[in-house]
């Protein structure tokens, strides 16, 4: 989904540097929740207010979206999420092996031609490395509005280490362990079914 360019979000990261997370630094985590693509941050900021006594990580390139984030985590004054604006991939080489308790990968990029399919977030490549960063009996939950990905998807989460432990064609979106982002508000108010799998590491 495009979102609408703004343009105070460039200079309000960087008026704001104490809610971000230095690339640097990222391998001094552990025992935290990672979000790749926060979109707007409407999941991991509610995630946030919930389990306040739990760490969170989002990352998100798009510069009108990380500030967005920057602006709830400053205004709600959250202290339990960073925000880094770069890409996932990068983030994932600097993680220590099992550090990350849940993995959420919320309404990705779907990527929809076969020669861009190794970009998905949920490519083989990409799911080796969440097995590494994973904890055992660490989580990745996935949602999606896209048939194709989800398809893909339920694919290339078959692998000797994981373990898909909930399927569902059509969520009805009450887990209590669960939030909303705007984007998947938006397509349940379009009547769009919302896809998920929840996949343990063993």
């Known amino acids: 989904m495009r979102v609408k360019y703004r343009p105070w979000a460039e ?15 990222v391998h001094k985590l552990h ?21 306040p ?17 920057a602006k709830s985590l400053v205004e709600d004054e959250i202290k339990n ?33 076969k020669r861009h399919s190794k970009r998905r977030l949920t490519s083989e490549r990409l799911i080796n490395e969440y097995v590494r960063v994973l904890k055992n009996g660490g989580l990745i939950r ?7 990905l989800f398809e893909f998807s339920k694919e290339t989460f ?3 280490k994981l373990e898909i432990v909930l399927m569902e064609e059509d969520y009805d979106g009450n887990d209590p362990l669960d939030k909303k982002s705007e984007y998947e508000i938006k397509k349940r108010e379009m ?9 343990k590491k063993i």
């Open 142 to 148: 996935f949602k999606t509005d896209n048939d194709s």
């Open 191 to 199: 009547g769009l079914k919302i896809h998920r799998l929840i996949i």
């Open 31 to 51: 025992d935290f929740d990672l979000e790749i693509g926060s979109g707007k941050g409407a999941f991991i900021i509610e995630m946030a207010k919930e389990y």
């Open 81 to 113: 999420v960073k925000l880094l604006r770069i890409d996932g991939e990068l983030v994932l080489k600097e993680l220590k092996d099992e550090s990350v308790d849940t993995l959420y990968l919320n309404f990705s990029d779907p990527w929809p031609k």
């Open 11 to 25: 200079p309000y990261l960087k008026e704001h540097p104490e809610v971000q997370l230095p690339l640097e630094e």
């Open 158 to 160: 078959i692998n000797p």
């Open 53 to 69: 006594l739990k760490n969170f990580l989002a990352v998100e390139m798009n510069v009108s979206c990380a500030g967005a984030i």
